[in-house]
Nanobody
Framework: QVQLVESGGGFVQAGGSLRLSCAAS????????MGWFRQAPGEEREFVAG????????LYENSVKGRFAISRDNAKNTVYLQMNSLKPEDTAVYYC???????????????????WGQGTQVTVSS
């Protein structure tokens, strides 16, 4: 079992920055990959970024490449999503997720992730 708790969401103007955190507990954090997803009102939940167990392999959705950065601190059992140059279309509820069946390469598909946090709202005004 893995428990995930996100924090760091909020309201920001376009062009601003936020850093999301996701604290994990339960199963040994350094043994699985992590991902961030988001869901806007009326939309499907979509992949944003993923990171492998060691933090040396990352994946990003095309629209966030160069603006968002995923990282992890295994000593703190925490994964981060640094979001810069935010746009109104980044407005969504952001979820972190754990894929306990994978270590080396993060997955993109929602169905590959086993545990989810409760989500944190990010609102970007124009």
């Amino acid at each position: 079992q893995v428990q995930l708790v996100e924090s760091g969401g909020g309201f920001v103007q376009a062009g601003g920055s936020l850093r999301l955190s996701c604290a994990a507990s339960g199963r040994a954090f350094s043994t699985y990959t992590m991902g961030w997803f988001r869901q806007a009102p009326g939309e499907e939940r979509e992949f944003v970024a993923g990171i492998n167990w060691r933090g040396d392999s990352t994946l990003y959705e095309n629209s966030v490449k160069g603006r968002f950065a995923i990282s992890r601190d295994n000593a703190k059992n925490t994964v981060y999503l640094q979001m810069n140059s935010l746009k109104p279309e980044d407005t969504a509820v952001y979820y972190c997720a754990a894929d306990v069946g994978r270590m080396v390469v993060p997955a993109l598909a929602l169905r590959d992730y086993d545990y989810w946090g409760q989500g944190t709202q990010v609102t970007v005004s124009s």
